[in-house]
């Protein structure tokens, strides 16, 4: 098939990976000139574990531009454009855009929103632009995108017409996974309910960890380790830290929150959770000034991690770019080291150092992202102290003090 992608961010480019893989020809359209053009030399415009290779297996099968003039003769156009939460609603914008400029050169393909919009969002663009949408929203983590598109567990597909339903799912058919298909509004709300659900597993496993905090002999990794294998709860996102962040949940939590208070309902549990997870930097910041001798300023703090996840460089909504600022605005002198994930600013700062400088120089280490980098650090940070949000740290060695979240701090 001819298969138009527009927006090659963090879900277009491995959509449209993936989908050329499975031998379609793709047409890719971004905005961004530089992205375009790092592309067409095969060079990746973001971190993401085996996409380089998936990239340069595939180049044959890509035609870039930044128009959507390329993309006249494609049989189905999915739109893959940021929707951002502005003062606490979803903004169209980018939609918007990209619905206009395909609708262009282009009135007989099938369009496909994979965007993650509110339920109702389909209809109204349908509406204005006077064309069927098709709403496939996606699933996939970052840092495991390219196995989790081709591998999904399910696929969820919306829309008014049959035919368009039954075209969009054999562009999917390859993963040989359920499909839903349904109307637009329930695969739209589908996406924000998983979300939102998912948000609120790590909430709960964090309020557990609150607990576990005051009391003797109690660890959370353990007792979420033994709910974990009860399937009807299941092990995943059951794991406590710093909390929740990245491009999706913070943004689609209060999304759907105020979309349901539109709408005269309140969704109490997801507010909960949203409270929880703003929670979780003052709590760590609590627990680094105990360790401090109760100040952070002028104290010397050492952050491994900064992307919101292990294997990404996608450091937006991340938690640790959330406690680095609280800290630096303490008065804290904040080193920071992180396998792949940039902050310009805080290049520009100086806050960079080698993974072996941000440990010796700091009083103090948090591990704020789960790299698999930092699970033997113990070697390199003997007789300091770590607070390990992620407990990622292999054997504890007596040589340094690993401070847990989630259980009692007895130092
Ligand atoms: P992104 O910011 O990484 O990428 C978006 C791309 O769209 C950018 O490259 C941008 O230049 C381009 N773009 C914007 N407007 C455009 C236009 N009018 N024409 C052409 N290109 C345009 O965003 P993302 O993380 O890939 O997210 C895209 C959508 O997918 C969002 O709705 C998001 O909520 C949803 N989503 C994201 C993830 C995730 O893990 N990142 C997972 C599931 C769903």
Known sequence: ??????????????????????????????????????????????????????????????????????????????????????????????????????????????????????????????????????????????????????????????????????????????????????????????????????????????????????LPGCDVDVVAEGMGLDHRIAAYFLKAGLGWGGSCFPKDTIAIVSFARDHKEKLSIIEAAIKVNQERIERTMELAKRHLGGKLKGRRIGILGISFKNDTDDVRGSQSVKLIERLVKEGAEVSVYDPVAKLETYEKQGLYKSQEECIKRSDLIIIATEWRDFSDIDKIAKGKKIIDTRRVINSVSNDIVPIGIGRLDES
């Open 1 to 214: 098939m001819k298969i138009g992608v527009v927006g090659l961010g963090h879900v277009g480019l491995v959509t449209a990976l993936v989908l050329a893989d499975q031998g379609n020809m793709i047409l890719g359209i971004d905005k961004d000139k530089k992205k375009i053009d790092m592309l067409s030399k095969g060079r990746p415009t973001l971190y993401e574990p085996g996409i380089e290779d998936l990239l340069n297996k595939n180049i044959k099968r890509f035609r870039l531009s930044i128009s959507c003039e390329l993309l006249s003769d494609a049989e189905v156009i999915f739109i893959i454009v940021p929707t951002p939460t502005i003062n606490k609603s979803i903004d169209l914008t980018y939609i918007n855009e990209a619905l206009e400029e395909v609708s262009r050169f282009n009135k007989k393909a099938i369009i496909v929103v994979k965007s993650t919009v509110v339920p109702g969002t389909a209809k109204l663009l349908s509406e204005r632009f006077g064309i069927k949408i098709v709403s496939n929203p996606e699933f996939t983590r970052e840092g495991t995108a390219i196995e989790d598109t081709k591998h999904p567990d399910r696929i969820v597909i919306g829309g008014t017409d049959k035919n368009t339903l039954d075209m969009v799912e054999s562009v999917w058919a390859f993963t040989g996974v359920p499909v839903i298909k349904t109307n637009n509004e329930n695969a739209e709300l589908i996406k924000y309910a998983s979300n939102a659900f998912l948000a609120t597993k790590i909430s709960f496993i964090n309020e557990i960890a609150n607990l576990c905090e005051k």
